[in-house]
Structures are given as C-alpha cells and as structure tokens.
C-alpha cells in the first residue's frame, strides 16, 4: 500500500469519477477546435519552443519604445492559427464558420521558422509547459506534422489533468467529500482547459493534488520528513506555476500541532518559502521588469504606486463592481464555460448537494480550521484581483478592473468549497443515493458543455 492507495480506496466514487472523465473528456477532445481555448497559441507556442531548446524568448524589436517577445517556431503554426483567428477575431463571428475542413486539408510539413510572438506568455516559467511540452516531443518522434504534434501533445495534457486528479482522490481522506473534488474536477472550464495545451490544466490538477496530499497528511498518525518534502515540493510548484498558488501554502496550517509541531512548521516554512523564493527570483532575473511584459496594456510599476497610495480606492473597485454591480456573476459564468445560467445554477445546486452530504466526516473541520480556509481564500482572490489590475488595467482605473476570469479561481477551488464544511451531518443520505443524483446531473451539466462547444467553439461550428 501507497500512500493509501488500496481497493478500499478505489470507491464507486472514483470510479464515477474516471467513467465520466473518459467518456466527456473524449467528447471535448474531439468536438474542441484547436487553438480556441484563451491565448492557447502562445501557450502552445512556448511548449513548442521548449522543445527546440529555447527557454528564453527571442526579441524583435518594432521601434524605438515597443519590443515583440517570442520564438522561432515553424511557420505553420501561424498557418494553424490563422484559421481560428479568422472565426474568432470576425466581426460576425456568431455567423462565422470555423473551416476546420480547410484546416485538415493543410500538411503543416513546412520547415521554415518565422518568429512568433508569444507576448506575456514568453515569461511564464517554464514547468508549466513540461506535460504539453512533453507531447510535442514524442510528436516529432513520429511525425513531421504540427498539426499532429498539436493534438498529441493535447492528449498528454489530458493525461497530466486525469492522473493527477485522479491520484488525488485516492489521497483525499474525506471519504463523502471526494463527491466535492469530482464534481469540482468535471468543472466543464475545467474540462475544457485540459483537454486542450493550455497550462492552467497543470495549475489546476497541481493544486487540487496539493490540497489532497495536505488533507491526507493531516489524516496521518505521525508525518515524516519525506512526506513533509513531498509537501514542500508540491507547493514550490504550485507558486512557481503561479503565483496566487503561493497562498495555497497556508494549508499547512490545517495540519495539526500533535502531527506537526510549531517548531517544526517554522523550520519548515521557512525552509520551503526560502527555496521557493530563490527558484523563482532566478527565473525572475532572467527575464525583462514587469513592466516590459505588459507593456502592451499599461504601466505596471505605476499602477503599484497607485495602489499603495490609494488602497482603499482599490477595494472600492472591487466591492463596488464585483459586489454592488454584480459583475462576480461574470466570473461565475466564465467560471463555468458560459453554459446556459440555469445550467450554472443546477451545477452550483449540484456543488452545495455534494457539500453538505460531506458533513459530518471524521475529518471535517474546526474552527481554526475553517479560518485558515477563509484566510487561503480571501488572500489567493484579492491577489488574483491585484495581479490583473496591475497588468491589464489603466493606472488608476476604477470602472472595473479587466482581465478577470472565473477560471484563474479553479486552482482554489476546494479551498473555497470546504469553507461550508460542518462537522454536523447534515443530509442523511446513502452512497447509493449520493451516486444516483451526482452522476446524471452532472452528466447533463457536461452534455450542455459539449453542445456550447459545437455550437460555438467547436468543428462543427
């Protein structure tokens, strides 16, 4: 036995979980037109370049203020992006056909290199490209195709999501509550990012695993130094993937003093946060200020400025748009692939089932738990607000702030759904039960996604 990974732990709920995955995974994978999930080109186009060798971008200079950041990468993949930025970018776009027909008629065998901007995303470190990346290398292996590459290294960032989701489940000592993380994990955005090659498929099976292997240490008797290693390097991952995961490491805290001792979490934190400061500050020095990297949008350093200055005005923004004016319902929507809004409500319904069915588990939370959650939660979405407004927004902008999307709040998701974990039981129900309402609505919910997909998204567009 591993890390608890028996039969017993191998539950109807996992297997629900690896049935439905298998099946709308597919579904996405085919129906998903390449190259449409956010900025996936440069994600793809980093991986790419990963796999020439390059870690560092190239630069092309386009005056004397503005430079282009990105890599030399084969010409056809901006023959393949071409395709989708004709649909996407068309002032009629809902009209507008994907050509996905024309797009299989192109061999994608060329061997010309152009440069290719990859804007921001030439800085992103460069674990995050590791499962995509990998694929367009065994891609190569065994052809010349680009548009092969592409969808090999798709199915490795499939499989990256699905592995490591599934591990966490088998970590996950709530037995009730893996209906949480499942319903979380067949999060159609979600869903939708892992079967394409955007990166936030690591960040996102990175973080639920994180969660899981805290929860799971905190199930334990006794805590080892290599489990607490393990931990460590799970979560210098997450920050260097992103940096809100740097909240994440506050989970910790949810192990408790008799497992972990006071003088051992300062030993450790300390030990971790230094490591993960050094790895990314070595990244950090290699590549332009961050002002350089937005330079397309605004003035970072000012903006900063700005907030330390006026940090009220900042929070304004926030509760005044994303509260008052009920803009959050947009991070809602985004957050669950613009499916129709009572689909979004039957799939929320579904969440708080699932919830509350998890209370009253040996290894629900206490108080000071629930606080530590709240405190992961608030901080990782107030740096998740700062982030975007510092990058994408106008100095001193207070209208809205830009850039905000419901699948940045994927990554902390659990975070925010075991804040309504009670050590009460609440609903009495049984697995039976559990199984037969989870597994059809929110295959319905998935079914929905799939159409959205074709219908707007998708190759039969």
């Known amino acids: 036995m591993i890390f608890g990974l028996n039969k017993k732990n191998f539950d109807f709920c996992i297997r629900s979980f690896v049935i439905l995955f298998i099946i709308f995974a597919t579904l996405m994978f085919i129906f998903n037109a390449p190259l449409s999930t956010p900025d996936e080109e440069g994600h793809f186009g980093k991986a790419y370049a990963l796999t020439q060798g390059r870690i560092i971008p190239y630069i092309k200079r386009i005056s004397e203020t503005k430079k282009n950041y990105g890599f ?30 024309d797009m299989l008629k192109e061999n994608y065998r060329s061997k010309k290199k152009v440069f290719f901007n990859t804007a921001t995303i030439s800085f992103y470190h ?14 190569k292996i065994f052809t010349n195709s680009l548009l092969v590459q592409y969808y090999v290294a798709r ?14 489940l088998y970590l996950f000592p709530n037995l009730k509550g893996k209906w949480v993380l499942v319903i979380l994990m067949l999060n159609p955005m979600a869903l939708f990012l892992a079967t394409s090659t955007h990166t936030d498929a690591s960040v996102n ?11 799971w240490i905190r199930s334990k008797k006794k805590v080892s130094s290599l489990i607490l290693l393990l931990a460590g390097i799970l979560w210098i991952f997450c920050v260097l993937m992103k940096q809100t995961g740097f909240f994440l490491g506050l989970l910790f805290f949810l192990i408790p003093n008799a497992k972990f001792s006071i003088k051992r979490k300062l030993i450790w934190g300390f030990g971790i946060l230094l490591t993960t400061v050094c790895l990314y500050l070595l990244w950090d020095f290699k590549i332009p200020n961050i002002n350089l990297r937005y330079q397309d949008f605004t003035q970072p350093n000012l903006q900063m400025h700005f907030v330390k200055n006026h940090p009220l005005l900042f929070l304004k923004n926030i509760f005044q748009n994303f509260i008052l004016d009920k803009k959050f319902l947009v991070i809602v929507n985004s957050f669950l692939f613009y499916i129709p809004w009572y689909f ?33 939660a608030l901080s990782f979405s107030l740096f ?9 927004n106008q100095v001193g902008r207070m209208d809205d702030i830009v850039g905000i999307q419901g699948r940045y709040f994927i990554a902390a998701s659990p975070v925010f759904a075991f804040l309504l974990n009670s050590r009460k039981n609440i609903l009495n129900i049984n697995k039976k039960q559990v199984r037969n309402i989870v597994v059809p609505v929110l295959s ?5 996604s799939i159409y959205t997909i074709i219908n707007y998204y998708g190759i039969l567009k």
């Not at 460069?126 to 891609?139: C, K, R, S």
């Not at 099976?205 to 929860?215: G, K, Q």
């Not at 998740?384 to 994408?392: E, G, P, R, S």
């Open 384 to 392: 998740t607000f700062f982030a975007l407004y510092i990058t994408y």
């Open 205 to 215: 099976a990175l973080a639920f695993l994180f969660f899981s292997f805290i929860l």
């Open 444 to 448: 319905l919910v998935l079914i929905v």
């Open 72 to 101: 030399n990468l084969p010409k056809d993949l901006s023959t393949l992006f071409s395709f989708y930025k004709e649909f996407y970018y068309s002032e009629n776009a809902k009209k507008a056909k994907y050509r996905y027909v």
């Open 155 to 168: 199915l490795f960032n499939t499989f990256f999501y699905f592995f490591f989701c599934l591990l966490s």
């Open 126 to 139: 460069p674990v995050l490209f590791l499962p995509t990346a990998l694929g367009i290398f065994v891609g």
């Open 344 to 376: 979004q409500i039957v799939y929320l319904i579904l969440l708080l089932f699932a919830i509350f069915y998890s209370c009253g588990d040996k290894f629900s939370f206490f108080v000071f738990d629930k606080i530590m959650l709240l405190i992961s």
